[in-house]
């Protein structure tokens, strides 16, 4: 399992490549919670990448099955 951050860097350089080789990437979703400080740091990073992402409020005390199937340890951010 790696940090929120590397992750996150991860998917920002993959995003990234993919515009530099012409194939027009779907645009990213991420899941959040808004007073979450690492949902913050990935929001700051998107925005400064310069990249739109479709945000999903998730409520800290609900976890969907959606959220479940992508990170089975229910935690937030989650980038797709």
Do not use: Y
Request: charged share 25%; aromatic share 2%; net charge positive.
């Amino acid at each position: 399992v790696c940090g929120h951050l590397t992750c996150t860097h991860a998917r920002l350089r993959a995003l990234s490549e993919q515009d530099r080789s012409g194939v027009i990437p779907r645009m990213p979703r991420l899941l959040h919670v808004p007073l979450c400080p690492f949902c913050r740091k990935i929001r700051i990073a998107l925005r400064e990448k310069g990249l739109v992402a479709e945000m999903t409020e998730v409520q800290p005390w609900d976890h969907p099955d959606e959220l479940l199937r992508l990170n089975p340890a229910s935690e937030v951010p989650v980038l797709v």
